[in-house]
């Protein structure tokens, strides 16, 4: 009796041990969360954010003299200067080009609608009264490069990614999109929450279009067609069309008219009749005479890439 009594202690003690030693294990299991900082990913994703951050703080200086905002009244952007900005940004090797056009298109839209009335040398202009780099005017940079990492969605290629710490003697929690791109992590949002861009207006079909439009295009008697097609967002919708060809009888076609929309496909009425182009995420690509889509090769001949701005 005393040996049937030792052995069901002895087997109760070890199936304690297996259950409290399982226990153990699963909580060692990395979760989408972000509970475990072993994670690759979850390390891989901290080290994007705060390595973004400890370059920018190196290279704070050359961003900040690129002023792509133009002198005048209304504000306007100028392009060339802010694609530069962007380029710096993308030098660093932590920013997605998902972030890129992001900002682009949020800027595009402070230009169509909030600065219509604002003059660039009357600070702050509306959307840039803060950074949206640290969706803030002032900054601890040892909160941006050290503060730990929490993670939703590891296990795929996108996830929502969470800055949690003490930023200037307040808590303060700072909300990321990141995307896995050549098994990298890079930035594709930070996100501000600001209010500003709720505040700002849905835009219109003439606003999300509006852009100049430019690409080589073949040509059967030259050497190619230097082309700059303008769609303007007036109420008109009307457009500018200049195509130079080049070769031994150069010469420069100008053309206008207005411009129609339906689906997918931009129609430019001009005098000399109709032309139809299919919109893509690049830009406009010109359809064939009988209207139909151009297969992927030729696509890329006949393409005009779009550059929003003025």
Known sequence: MKFLLIF????????SCKNTTSTDQSEEVPTDNGGSQDDPDLVAISETIH?????????????????FVKPGKPATL????????????????FISQAYVDGEKAYLKNLEATAWKDENSQEEPLTGLDYSRLFCAQDWDMN???????????LGTDK????????????????DFVLVKEGG???????????????????????????????????CKDCDEIATVLTLNADEKRTYTLEEEHKGKKPKTVNSNGTWTVAGDVVTLNGKSGATKYQVTTEGLVSLNADGSM?????????????????
């Open 159 to 174: 996830v929502t990614a969470t800055l949690s710490g003490d930023e200037g003697g307040s808590p303060r929690m700072q």
């Open 78 to 93: 100028d392009m060339k200067k802010l694609e530069a900005y962007f380029a710096l940004l993308k030098q660093s090797g």
């Open 143 to 153: 909160y941006w490069t050290t503060a730990p990492v929490t993670a939703e969605g």
């Open 294 to 310: 151009r297969d992927a090769n030729s696509a890329k001949k006949y393409l005009l890439k779009k550059t929003q701005g003025e």
């Open 8 to 15: 069901f202690l002895a087997a109760f003690t070890l199936l």
């Open 184 to 218: 990298k992590w890079l930035i594709a949002k930070i996100d501000c929450d600001s209010g500003a861009e709720a505040a700002l207006p849905e835009q219109s079909i003439e606003e999300q279009m509006a852009a100049f439009y430019t690409g080589s295009l073949p």
């Open 51 to 67: 390595g973004f951050y400890a370059w920018y703080e190196a290279n704070s200086k050359p961003m900040l003299d690129i002023e």
